[in-house]
């Protein structure tokens, strides 16, 4: 640290009251019998993976309860700390949580601090430096189950760094303004997915506009969806020139199939084998069985640990080969509008290219590109994400030691074509969500690099917030 900057104990700067640094309650005074729909929310590791507590996902205790393990309770403005697990885990509980009070589970320890000594922010940005995890996690123990040995007593025991509050206050203003943009861009990319996952919903699987048209038609409804029906009648209908024309591109009476029951009049079930024009299969192979090495840059090689939730995650853990080893491997390029997609457990984990990128397909992953003739990749991304799609790659899985799907069982699933006009009209709207989603996620990666660089930098008091200023307006 610069040497105009003391350093303190935690001990020092937790708030003067009684139980401010407290363990989680031992597991016998919790059990899955106490957990209910709804009360106060139990923190546990999974929501523990950023900067702040994750509101969601949460088991639930009754106030009574709760009562019991007022020790355990935390905050707003409270660091929880995982000493047990997953060890170096540090979140904080944001002014702005959902709730009000917490209780931490057995394997986490909560700090309150003395805000006319410390800003809490401060401390939890410390913890997500280099240093700051080595302080914590200096008396861990590997033997058997990670555990930070007699965690309330270390935790009290790190030293932290301590400018001037004002000092402190303008680092954590700063970072968090970049943390803060990373989630809007997080919250504004779950907005369109559930925006897009609603309007494929609504086209494709619960079929609105064909009820529409029928109701208008004055055409019978099968009974099976009669109450959707009763539904539409009391939605006010758009009858803007847009909709009336996309609502020409949908038949209106339904014919029954055996495959799916009742389903649009004229649009067809086909199998994947019929919809796609290739399948680049690289399940369970990588470079490294071919006797290639890895390379410092060149094309990025993804592998299913790499997609998750209809996303490219872990960037960190992407390796790269040579032009040789991408040719030698990818004898069919990956293009725009192809669905990539694992192939073992956890099966049918999906992300969408938007635009070409030379990925090297690594292990357990299937590329699926779709003719454009009776399919649109877009459309196969999502309808593999329905209730149909999902259950037709779990039933057509196999194994007890991997869990999978061969490239003959998924050329077999089923798919419903609906004419390629619709298709092309849903894929104009997709796209918009699809790159949107795109940009944020760039722009995130970019933020997120920044501020990882100027992090250390600010908590060590290495570069001060004017030389950030100017850093941020280099970049």
Same mark, same amino acid.
């Given at each position: 640290m610069v040497n105009d900057w003391n350093e303190c104990k935690i001990d020092d700067l937790k708030a003067p009251v009684k139980g401010s640094i407290a363990m989680g309650p031992f597991g016998s005074r919790i059990k899955a019998e106490n957990f209910v729909t709804a009360g106060i929310p139990i923190i546990k590791g999974g929501q523990l993976h950023g900067a702040y507590v994750l509101d969601s996902d949460f088991d639930f205790l009754t106030p009574e309860k709760a009562e019991e393990l007022k020790s355990s309770q935390a905050y707003r403005g409270d660091l929880v700390i995982t000493h047990r697990g997953t060890i170096g885990q540090v979140s904080i509980i944001p002014h702005d949580s959902l709730y009000e009070k917490y209780v931490v589970s057995q394997s986490q320890l909560k700090v309150s601090f003395d805000t006319n000594k410390i800003n809490p922010y401060f401390v939890n940005y410390f913890f997500r430096t280099h240093i700051g995890q080595h302080?914590?996690?200096?008396?861990?123990?590997?033997?058997?189950?990670?555990?930070?040995?007699?965690?309330?007593?270390?935790?009290?025991?790190?030293?932290?760094?301590?400018?001037?509050?004002?000092?402190?206050?303008?680092?954590?203003?700063?970072?968090?303004?970049?943390?803060?943009?990373?989630?809007?861009?997080?919250?504004?990319?779950?907005?369109?997915?559930?925006?897009?996952?609603?309007? %494929?919903?609504?086209?494709?699987?619960? %079929?609105?506009?064909?009820?529409?048209?029928?109701?208008?038609?004055?055409?019978?409804?099968p009974d099976e969806l009669f109450e959707r029906a009763e539904q539409r009648k009391?939605?006010?209908?758009?009858?803007?020139?847009?909709?009336?024309?996309?609502?020409?591109?949908?038949?209106?009476? %339904?014919?029954?199939?055996?495959?799916? &029951?009742?389903?649009?009049?004229? =649009?067809?079930?086909?199998?994947?084998?019929?919809?796609?024009?290739?399948?680049?299969?690289?399940?369970?192979?990588?470079?490294?069985?071919? &006797?290639?090495? =890895?390379?410092?840059?060149?094309?990025?090689?993804?592998?299913?640990?790499?997609?998750?939730?209809?996303?490219?995650?872990?960037?960190?853990?992407?390796? %790269?080969?040579?032009?040789?080893?991408?040719?030698?491997?990818?004898?069919?390029?990956?293009?725009?509008?192809?669905?990539?997609?694992?192939?073992?457990?956890?099966?049918?984990?999906?992300?969408?290219?938007?635009?070409?990128?030379?990925?090297?397909?690594?292990?357990?992953?299937?590329?699926?590109?779709?003719?454009?003739?009776?399919?649109?990749?877009?459309?196969l991304f999502y309808w593999l994400q329905t209730e149909i799609g999902s259950a037709a790659l779990q039933n057509r899985a196999t194994g007890t030691t991997v869990f999978g799907i061969k490239q003959s069982e998924l050329r077999k699933i089923g798919v419903l074509c609906p004419s390629l006009k619709l298709l092309e009209k849903f894929e104009t709207f997709s796209k918009r969500y699809l790159e949107k989603m795109d940009a944020n996620d760039l722009s995130t990666t970019e933020l997120s690099k920044l501020r990882d660089i100027l992090l250390p930098k600010l908590i060590s008091g290495e570069i001060r917030i004017p030389d950030a200023t100017r850093l941020v307006e280099d970049v």
């Open positions: 302080r914590l996690l200096a008396n861990a123990s590997q033997v058997g189950v990670p555990a930070i040995s007699k965690a309330s007593t270390s935790v009290k025991a790190i030293m932290v760094p301590c400018p001037r509050l004002e000092e402190q206050n303008r680092v954590v203003d700063y970072l968090k303004a970049l943390d803060d943009k990373i989630e809007l861009n997080r919250q504004m990319n779950k907005t369109l997915e559930a925006m897009a996952q609603a309007l %494929f919903k609504s086209w494709f699987v619960d %079929f609105d506009p064909v009820i529409d048209n029928a109701l208008a038609a004055g055409n019978s409804i009391t939605i006010k209908q758009n009858n803007s020139e847009e909709n009336q024309a996309i609502c020409s591109l949908f038949p209106d009476d %339904f014919e029954f199939s055996e495959e799916l &029951g009742w389903i649009p009049k004229g =649009w067809n079930i086909k199998t994947i084998s019929d919809v796609t024009s290739e399948i680049i299969d690289h399940r369970g192979k990588t470079p490294k069985k071919l &006797g290639g090495d =890895w390379s410092e840059s060149g094309y990025p090689a993804i592998s299913a640990k790499n997609i998750k939730n209809n996303k490219l995650v872990r960037p960190d853990t992407i390796r %790269f080969v040579d032009k040789e080893m991408y040719e030698k491997w990818m004898k069919t390029p990956l293009e725009a509008g192809d669905v990539l997609m694992t192939s073992e457990a956890p099966l049918g984990e999906l992300y969408y290219l938007n635009s070409k990128v030379d990925y090297l397909l690594s292990q357990r992953l299937y590329g699926i590109r779709a003719d454009k003739v009776n399919c649109t990749g877009s459309y």
